[in-house]
Protein backbone atom coordinates (compact mmCIF):
# COMPACT_ATOMS: atom_id res chain seq x y z
CA UNK A 1 0.00 0.00 0.00
CA UNK A 2 1.34 3.86 -0.91
CA UNK A 3 1.56 5.88 1.85
CA UNK A 4 -2.36 7.13 2.87
CA UNK A 5 -2.92 10.66 2.27
CA UNK A 6 -5.86 12.85 3.77
CA UNK A 7 -9.23 12.17 3.41
CA UNK A 8 -8.46 8.58 2.77
CA UNK A 9 -11.52 6.43 3.97
CA UNK A 10 -9.74 3.29 6.06
CA UNK A 11 -11.72 0.35 6.58
CA UNK A 12 -14.52 2.38 5.07
CA UNK A 13 -15.15 4.04 8.62
CA UNK A 14 -12.33 6.14 9.11
CA UNK A 15 -11.61 9.12 7.25
CA UNK A 16 -8.02 10.07 7.42
CA UNK A 17 -7.50 13.67 8.64
CA UNK A 18 -4.01 14.37 8.94
CA UNK A 19 -0.51 12.62 10.18
CA UNK A 20 0.14 13.09 14.11
CA UNK A 21 3.73 11.53 14.18
CA UNK A 22 5.66 9.47 12.49
CA UNK A 23 7.97 6.93 14.01
CA UNK A 24 10.60 3.60 12.66
CA UNK A 25 7.69 1.22 12.90
CA UNK A 26 4.29 3.35 11.04
CA UNK A 27 2.82 6.46 11.41
CA UNK A 28 -0.13 8.07 13.76
CA UNK A 29 -3.31 9.62 12.20
CA UNK A 30 -5.85 11.83 13.65
CA UNK A 31 -8.96 10.21 11.99
CA UNK A 32 -12.58 10.77 11.81
CA UNK A 33 -15.46 7.76 12.48
CA UNK A 34 -18.19 7.95 9.68
CA UNK A 35 -20.59 5.92 12.19
CA UNK A 36 -20.28 7.62 15.43
CA UNK A 37 -18.73 11.22 14.33
CA UNK A 38 -15.77 11.01 17.06
CA UNK A 39 -11.94 11.65 16.66
CA UNK A 40 -9.76 8.44 17.16
CA UNK A 41 -6.42 8.18 16.53
CA UNK A 42 -5.21 5.18 14.04
CA UNK A 43 -1.76 3.50 13.96
CA UNK A 44 -0.79 2.22 10.45
CA UNK A 45 1.81 -0.74 10.24
CA UNK A 46 4.97 -0.36 7.96
CA UNK A 47 3.71 -1.80 4.70
CA UNK A 48 7.25 -3.92 4.49
CA UNK A 49 6.68 -4.95 8.15
CA UNK A 50 3.37 -5.86 7.29
CA UNK A 51 4.13 -7.63 4.06
CA UNK A 52 5.91 -10.61 6.74
CA UNK A 53 2.80 -12.95 6.76
CA UNK A 54 4.48 -14.31 10.77
CA UNK A 55 5.07 -10.76 12.12
CA UNK A 56 1.18 -9.42 10.72
CA UNK A 57 0.07 -13.05 12.67
CA UNK A 58 1.96 -11.67 15.50
CA UNK A 59 0.81 -8.26 15.52
CA UNK A 60 -2.82 -9.50 15.33
CA UNK A 61 -2.56 -11.56 18.25
CA UNK A 62 -0.49 -9.18 20.19
CA UNK A 63 -3.07 -6.01 18.78
CA UNK A 64 -6.09 -8.72 20.12
CA UNK A 65 -4.13 -9.00 24.27
CA UNK A 66 -3.81 -4.92 24.25
CA UNK A 67 -7.26 -4.49 23.26
CA UNK A 68 -8.34 -6.88 26.20
CA UNK A 69 -6.19 -4.72 28.65
CA UNK A 70 -8.66 -2.35 30.94
CA UNK A 71 -7.00 -0.06 32.85
CA UNK A 72 -7.00 3.87 33.37
CA UNK A 73 -3.17 3.90 32.58
CA UNK A 74 -3.44 2.08 29.28
CA UNK A 75 -4.85 3.38 25.82
CA UNK A 76 -7.56 2.07 25.09
CA UNK A 77 -7.69 0.08 21.68
CA UNK A 78 -11.05 0.69 20.24
CA UNK A 79 -10.90 -1.47 16.86
CA UNK A 80 -7.70 -3.05 15.01
CA UNK A 81 -7.86 -4.86 11.71
CA UNK A 82 -6.31 -4.89 7.83
CA UNK A 83 -7.44 -2.57 5.35
CA UNK A 84 -6.22 -4.34 1.90
CA UNK A 85 -2.60 -4.95 2.91
CA UNK A 86 -2.56 -2.50 5.65
CA UNK A 87 -2.70 -3.43 8.98
CA UNK A 88 -4.44 -0.73 11.55
CA UNK A 89 -5.23 -0.24 14.77
CA UNK A 90 -7.87 2.40 15.92
CA UNK A 91 -7.48 4.03 19.47
CA UNK A 92 -8.77 6.90 21.84
CA UNK A 93 -7.48 9.97 20.75
CA UNK A 94 -5.17 11.65 23.71
CA UNK A 95 -4.54 15.33 24.32
CA UNK A 96 -1.36 16.09 25.77
CA UNK A 97 2.27 15.24 25.35
CA UNK A 98 4.13 12.26 25.88
CA UNK A 99 7.02 11.84 28.53
CA UNK A 100 9.48 12.57 25.92
CA UNK A 101 8.05 15.65 24.72
CA UNK A 102 8.31 16.82 28.52
CA UNK A 103 11.48 15.93 29.17
CA UNK A 104 12.76 18.13 26.23
CA UNK A 105 10.83 21.06 27.41
CA UNK A 106 11.62 21.13 31.07
CA UNK A 107 15.39 18.58 31.74
CA UNK A 108 14.19 17.11 33.95
CA UNK A 109 11.41 16.38 36.65
CA UNK A 110 10.56 16.39 40.20
CA UNK A 111 11.26 13.34 42.28
CA UNK A 112 7.52 13.63 42.82
CA UNK A 113 6.49 13.77 39.12
CA UNK A 114 9.20 10.90 38.36
CA UNK A 115 7.39 8.69 41.43
CA UNK A 116 3.44 9.35 39.62
CA UNK A 117 4.47 9.03 36.38
CA UNK A 118 6.59 5.62 37.24
CA UNK A 119 3.66 4.42 39.22
CA UNK A 120 0.93 5.24 36.65
CA UNK A 121 3.50 2.92 34.56
CA UNK A 122 4.20 0.23 36.08
CA UNK A 123 0.34 -0.17 37.12
CA UNK A 124 -0.31 -0.17 33.44
CA UNK A 125 2.76 -3.06 32.41
CA UNK A 126 1.68 -4.83 35.51
CA UNK A 127 -1.17 -5.11 34.12
CA UNK A 128 0.12 -6.32 30.69
CA UNK A 129 1.97 -8.61 32.37
CA UNK A 130 -1.08 -10.66 34.12
CA UNK A 131 -2.38 -11.13 31.37
CA UNK A 132 0.84 -12.36 29.18
CA UNK A 133 2.19 -9.42 27.51
CA UNK A 134 5.20 -8.23 27.69
CA UNK A 135 5.59 -4.51 26.30
CA UNK A 136 9.46 -4.87 25.28
CA UNK A 137 8.95 -1.14 24.13
CA UNK A 138 8.64 0.94 26.69
CA UNK A 139 10.22 4.31 26.56
CA UNK A 140 9.50 7.91 26.99
CA UNK A 141 8.13 8.47 23.55
CA UNK A 142 5.45 5.25 24.59
CA UNK A 143 4.57 7.13 27.96
CA UNK A 144 1.96 9.91 26.98
CA UNK A 145 0.67 12.59 29.55
CA UNK A 146 -2.43 13.66 29.94
CA UNK A 147 -5.00 16.09 31.98
CA UNK A 148 -7.81 14.50 33.73
CA UNK A 149 -9.31 16.88 35.48
CA UNK A 150 -6.86 18.35 38.11
CA UNK A 151 -4.97 15.14 37.97
CA UNK A 152 -2.18 14.42 35.57
CA UNK A 153 -2.13 10.69 34.31
CA UNK A 154 0.38 8.23 32.34
CA UNK A 155 -0.87 6.07 29.91
CA UNK A 156 1.16 3.54 28.04
CA UNK A 157 0.85 3.03 24.51
CA UNK A 158 2.35 0.33 21.95
CA UNK A 159 1.65 -2.71 24.33
CA UNK A 160 3.16 -5.67 22.68
CA UNK A 161 3.15 -4.33 19.34
CA UNK A 162 5.80 -2.12 17.40
CA UNK A 163 8.93 -4.71 19.81
CA UNK A 164 7.05 -7.66 18.92
CA UNK A 165 6.95 -7.14 14.77
CA UNK A 166 11.12 -6.62 15.32
CA UNK A 167 11.47 -9.76 17.82
CA UNK A 168 9.18 -11.70 15.39
CA UNK A 169 10.97 -11.09 12.23
CA UNK A 170 14.33 -12.58 13.35
CA UNK A 171 16.17 -10.11 10.19
CA UNK A 172 20.00 -9.93 11.13
CA UNK A 173 20.10 -7.14 8.05
CA UNK A 174 17.61 -4.39 8.41
CA UNK A 175 17.73 -0.72 6.33
CA UNK A 176 19.61 2.06 7.59
CA UNK A 177 16.20 3.54 8.07
CA UNK A 178 14.92 0.92 10.59
CA UNK A 179 18.81 1.24 12.47
CA UNK A 180 18.18 4.69 13.49
CA UNK A 181 14.48 3.76 14.63
CA UNK A 182 16.71 1.18 16.62
CA UNK A 183 19.04 3.53 18.05
CA UNK A 184 16.12 5.40 19.45
CA UNK A 185 14.99 2.18 21.60
CA UNK A 186 18.02 0.62 21.98
CA UNK A 187 19.19 3.12 25.00
CA UNK A 188 15.96 1.14 26.99
CA UNK A 189 16.61 -2.08 25.83
CA UNK A 190 18.13 -4.70 28.44
CA UNK A 191 20.84 -6.31 28.08
CA UNK A 192 18.91 -9.83 27.02
CA UNK A 193 17.06 -8.08 24.53
CA UNK A 194 20.25 -6.50 23.13
CA UNK A 195 21.92 -9.97 22.81
CA UNK A 196 18.60 -11.42 20.87
CA UNK A 197 17.75 -13.74 23.47
CA UNK A 198 14.11 -15.20 22.36
CA UNK A 199 12.79 -15.32 25.93
CA UNK A 200 12.35 -12.36 27.13
CA UNK A 201 9.97 -11.82 29.58
CA UNK A 202 8.45 -9.29 32.08
CA UNK A 203 11.58 -8.00 33.68
CA UNK A 204 12.89 -6.20 30.57
CA UNK A 205 10.17 -4.01 31.41
CA UNK A 206 11.68 -3.41 34.51
CA UNK A 207 14.94 -2.78 33.18
CA UNK A 208 13.25 -0.13 30.83
CA UNK A 209 11.32 1.42 33.98
CA UNK A 210 15.11 2.11 36.06
CA UNK A 211 16.21 3.74 32.31
CA UNK A 212 13.34 5.97 32.37
CA UNK A 213 13.19 6.95 36.36
CA UNK A 214 16.94 7.59 35.86
CA UNK A 215 16.46 9.78 32.93
CA UNK A 216 13.50 11.61 34.96
CA UNK A 217 15.66 12.69 37.64
CA UNK A 218 19.09 13.42 35.73
CA UNK A 219 17.70 14.68 32.71
CA UNK A 220 19.76 12.22 31.16
CA UNK A 221 19.92 8.40 29.86
CA UNK A 222 22.09 6.24 31.88
CA UNK A 223 23.96 4.39 29.01
CA UNK A 224 25.41 6.71 25.94
CA UNK A 225 26.83 5.45 22.63
CA UNK A 226 27.83 7.26 19.64
CA UNK A 227 27.81 4.11 17.77
CA UNK A 228 25.50 1.39 18.43
CA UNK A 229 28.66 -1.33 19.42
CA UNK A 230 29.26 1.20 21.85
CA UNK A 231 25.85 1.55 23.46
CA UNK A 232 25.36 -2.24 23.52
CA UNK A 233 28.68 -2.36 25.31
CA UNK A 234 27.65 0.39 27.67
CA UNK A 235 24.01 -1.69 28.48
CA UNK A 236 25.51 -5.53 28.44
CA UNK A 237 29.33 -5.11 29.96
CA UNK A 238 30.56 -1.94 31.45
CA UNK A 239 30.03 -0.74 35.22
CA UNK A 240 26.49 0.51 35.66
CA UNK A 241 26.35 4.23 36.44
CA UNK A 242 26.10 5.27 39.85
CA UNK A 243 23.22 7.56 40.10
CA UNK A 244 24.18 10.21 42.32
CA UNK A 245 27.71 10.60 40.54
CA UNK A 246 25.60 12.34 37.82
CA UNK A 247 23.90 14.55 39.85
CA UNK A 248 21.10 14.90 42.80
CA UNK A 249 18.84 12.54 43.48
CA UNK A 250 16.79 11.07 46.54
CA UNK A 251 18.64 8.85 49.55
CA UNK A 252 18.15 4.92 48.03
CA UNK A 253 17.97 5.98 44.53
CA UNK A 254 21.22 4.38 43.95
CA UNK A 255 20.43 0.90 45.10
CA UNK A 256 17.07 1.13 43.73
CA UNK A 257 18.91 1.69 40.31
CA UNK A 258 20.92 -0.84 41.12
CA UNK A 259 18.33 -3.38 41.67
CA UNK A 260 16.18 -2.56 38.92
CA UNK A 261 18.75 -2.67 35.93
CA UNK A 262 20.67 -5.74 37.64
CA UNK A 263 22.38 -7.46 34.63
CA UNK A 264 20.84 -10.33 35.89
CA UNK A 265 17.25 -10.65 35.54
CA UNK A 266 16.70 -12.80 38.86
CA UNK A 267 18.81 -10.08 40.59
CA UNK A 268 15.88 -7.52 39.69
CA UNK A 269 12.38 -6.64 41.01
CA UNK A 270 9.94 -9.02 41.58
CA UNK A 271 7.32 -7.19 39.56
CA UNK A 272 6.88 -3.65 38.09
CA UNK A 273 4.15 -2.87 40.67
CA UNK A 274 7.05 -4.01 43.37
CA UNK A 275 9.29 -1.46 41.72
CA UNK A 276 7.16 1.47 41.29
CA UNK A 277 5.93 1.38 44.53
CA UNK A 278 9.98 1.26 46.38
CA UNK A 279 10.48 3.99 44.10
CA UNK A 280 7.32 5.86 45.54
CA UNK A 281 8.73 5.50 48.85
CA UNK A 282 11.92 6.67 48.07
CA UNK A 283 10.85 9.89 46.30
CA UNK A 284 8.13 10.75 48.97
CA UNK A 285 10.09 10.36 51.36
CA UNK A 286 12.79 13.18 49.55
CA UNK A 287 9.97 15.33 49.35
CA UNK A 288 9.07 15.09 52.55
CA UNK A 289 12.91 15.97 53.78
CA UNK A 290 12.36 18.98 51.25
CA UNK A 291 8.90 20.15 52.20
CA UNK A 292 9.50 20.70 55.86
CA UNK A 293 13.11 21.18 57.16
CA UNK A 294 13.20 24.02 58.84
CA UNK A 295 10.45 23.49 61.03
CA UNK A 296 11.76 20.67 63.52
CA UNK A 297 15.11 22.10 64.24
CA UNK A 298 13.31 25.75 64.64
CA UNK A 299 11.52 24.01 67.21
CA UNK A 300 14.38 22.20 68.71
CA UNK A 301 16.52 25.20 69.16
CA UNK A 302 13.63 26.99 71.19
CA UNK A 303 13.02 24.07 73.26
CA UNK A 304 16.52 23.80 73.74
CA UNK A 305 17.51 27.18 74.48
CA UNK A 306 14.85 29.26 75.69
CA UNK A 307 13.74 27.54 78.36
CA UNK A 308 17.41 27.03 80.06
CA UNK A 309 18.27 30.93 80.05
CA UNK A 310 14.41 32.55 81.02
CA UNK A 311 13.30 30.17 83.57
CA UNK A 312 16.14 31.09 86.31
CA UNK A 313 15.00 34.94 85.61
CA UNK A 314 11.53 34.69 86.55
CA UNK A 315 12.70 32.97 89.99
CA UNK A 316 14.85 35.72 90.43
CA UNK A 317 12.25 38.30 89.41
CA UNK A 318 10.11 36.86 92.06
CA UNK A 319 12.49 36.50 94.39
CA UNK A 320 13.55 40.07 94.30
CA UNK A 321 9.84 41.46 94.01
CA UNK A 322 8.75 40.15 97.15
CA UNK A 323 12.39 41.00 99.10
CA UNK A 324 11.10 44.94 97.49
CA UNK A 325 7.67 44.01 98.87
CA UNK A 326 8.87 42.90 102.24
CA UNK A 327 11.10 45.71 102.81
CA UNK A 328 8.32 48.19 101.29
CA UNK A 329 6.04 46.91 104.10
CA UNK A 330 8.38 46.67 106.65
CA UNK A 331 9.36 50.70 105.91
CA UNK A 332 6.22 51.80 106.17
CA UNK A 333 5.47 49.66 109.11
CA UNK A 334 8.41 51.29 110.50
CA UNK A 335 7.49 54.58 109.43
CA UNK A 336 4.06 54.45 111.02
CA UNK A 337 5.11 53.19 114.04
CA UNK A 338 8.24 55.24 113.94
CA UNK A 339 5.57 58.60 113.80
CA UNK A 340 3.72 57.09 116.55
CA UNK A 341 5.71 56.47 119.39
CA UNK A 342 7.21 59.76 119.71
CA UNK A 343 4.50 61.46 120.96
CA UNK A 344 3.87 58.37 123.74
CA UNK A 345 7.70 58.68 124.57
CA UNK A 346 7.81 62.37 125.47
CA UNK A 347 4.93 61.98 127.46
CA UNK A 348 6.52 59.39 130.28
CA UNK A 349 9.74 61.13 130.07
CA UNK A 350 9.16 64.98 130.24
CA UNK A 351 6.11 65.50 131.88
CA UNK A 352 7.81 67.12 134.44
CA UNK A 353 9.75 69.78 132.74
CA UNK A 354 8.67 70.58 129.33
CA UNK A 355 7.39 68.06 127.37
CA UNK A 356 3.97 69.01 128.33
CA UNK A 357 3.75 71.82 126.71
CA UNK A 358 4.54 70.50 123.04
CA UNK A 359 1.59 67.89 124.36
CA UNK A 360 -0.84 70.63 124.53
CA UNK A 361 0.34 71.73 120.66
CA UNK A 362 -1.68 68.32 119.69
CA UNK A 363 -4.61 69.93 122.28
CA UNK A 364 -4.74 72.88 119.34
CA UNK A 365 -6.71 70.02 117.26
CA UNK A 366 -8.43 69.90 119.94
CA UNK A 367 -11.99 72.38 118.48
CA UNK A 368 -13.74 69.00 118.75
CA UNK A 369 -15.89 69.45 122.17
CA UNK A 370 -13.89 65.99 123.33
CA UNK A 371 -11.01 67.80 123.10
CA UNK A 372 -11.26 71.30 125.06
CA UNK A 373 -11.48 69.56 128.96
CA UNK A 374 -7.85 69.05 128.47
CA UNK A 375 -7.31 72.68 128.44
CA UNK A 376 -6.84 72.99 131.72
CA UNK A 377 -3.74 70.95 131.71
CA UNK A 378 -1.07 74.07 131.29
CA UNK A 379 -1.36 74.96 134.55
CA UNK A 380 -1.06 71.45 136.00
CA UNK A 381 2.89 71.81 135.20
CA UNK A 382 2.68 74.86 137.68
CA UNK A 383 1.57 72.63 140.40
CA UNK A 384 4.73 71.49 141.36
CA UNK A 385 5.85 74.45 141.63
CA UNK A 386 8.97 73.96 139.63
CA UNK A 387 9.99 78.17 139.91
CA UNK A 388 10.28 77.72 143.69
CA UNK A 389 13.40 75.95 144.09
CA UNK A 390 14.76 79.12 142.72
CA UNK A 391 14.22 81.20 145.27
CA UNK A 392 15.61 79.08 147.54
CA UNK A 393 18.70 79.40 146.08
CA UNK A 394 19.21 82.62 147.45
CA UNK A 395 18.33 81.25 150.55
CA UNK A 396 21.62 79.28 150.35
CA UNK A 397 23.09 82.76 149.53
CA UNK A 398 21.73 84.18 152.96
CA UNK A 399 22.94 80.97 155.00
CA UNK A 400 26.62 81.76 155.14
CA UNK A 401 26.17 85.51 156.28
CA UNK A 402 24.27 83.60 158.93
CA UNK A 403 27.16 81.09 160.09
CA UNK A 404 27.93 77.69 160.06
CA UNK A 405 24.78 76.70 161.32
CA UNK A 406 23.15 78.55 158.84
CA UNK A 407 25.29 76.47 156.26
CA UNK A 408 24.02 73.21 157.99
CA UNK A 409 20.52 73.69 157.95
CA UNK A 410 20.47 74.22 154.23
CA UNK A 411 22.09 71.28 154.16
CA UNK A 412 19.65 69.78 156.31
CA UNK A 413 17.00 71.59 153.95
CA UNK A 414 18.94 70.20 150.99
CA UNK A 415 18.28 66.33 152.22
CA UNK A 416 14.65 67.83 152.96
CA UNK A 417 13.87 68.17 149.45
CA UNK A 418 15.97 64.80 148.74
CA UNK A 419 13.33 63.26 150.61
CA UNK A 420 10.68 64.34 148.28
CA UNK A 421 12.09 62.58 145.52
CA UNK A 422 10.36 59.37 146.11
CA UNK A 423 7.21 61.23 145.54
CA UNK A 424 9.16 62.23 142.02
CA UNK A 425 9.47 58.70 141.62
CA UNK A 426 5.67 58.41 142.13
CA UNK A 427 5.51 61.13 139.93
CA UNK A 428 5.00 58.55 136.94
CA UNK A 429 1.53 57.23 138.57
CA UNK A 430 -0.19 61.12 138.29
CA UNK A 431 0.68 60.60 133.87
CA UNK A 432 -0.93 56.85 133.95
CA UNK A 433 -3.73 59.17 135.37
CA UNK A 434 -3.22 61.73 133.30
CA UNK A 435 -2.70 59.14 129.86
CA UNK A 436 -6.59 58.77 130.33
CA UNK A 437 -7.35 62.10 128.84
CA UNK A 438 -4.83 62.50 126.61
CA UNK A 439 -5.63 58.99 124.85
CA UNK A 440 -8.27 60.83 123.04
CA UNK A 441 -5.85 63.57 122.27
CA UNK A 442 -3.82 60.95 120.14
CA UNK A 443 -6.21 59.46 118.51
CA UNK A 444 -7.03 62.27 116.75
CA UNK A 445 -3.78 63.04 115.71
CA UNK A 446 -2.93 59.56 114.65
CA UNK A 447 -5.68 60.09 112.27
CA UNK A 448 -3.82 63.10 111.19
CA UNK A 449 -0.12 60.80 110.32
CA UNK A 450 -2.79 58.47 108.24
Known amino acids: MDEP ?42 PQIASNPEALSRFMREARAAAALR ?17 YIAMELLEGESLAARLRRVGRLTPADTARVLTHTGRAVSRAHEVGVVHRDLKPDNIFLIENEEEELAKVLDFGIAKSTIVGFGVSVVPETRTGALMGTLHYMSPEQTEGVKTVDFRTDIWA ?23 VLEI ?54 DAA ?28 GLGIAGAAAVGVTV ?9 ATPAVQAPPPVVSPPVAPPAAAAPLPAAAPPEPLPPAPAEPVVPKPPPAAPE ?29 AEAP ?8 PPAPVEKPKVNLGI
Do not use: N
Open 71 to 87: SPHVVQILDHGVDGDTP
Open 293 to 320: PAAPPAEGVRTKLVPLPEAPRPRRGLFV
Open 209 to 231: MGVIAFECLLGRRPFEGETVGTL
Open 335 to 343: FVLGRSPPP
Open 236 to 289: CSRPIPVPSQAGAVPAGFDAWFARACARDPGARFASARDAAAELRRICQARAAE
Open 429 to 436: RPPPARPV
Open 5 to 46: SGAQVLAGKYKLVHQLGKGGMGSVWLAHHLTLHSPVAIKLID
Open 396 to 424: AAKAPAGGARAHRRPEKSAAKPAAPKPPA
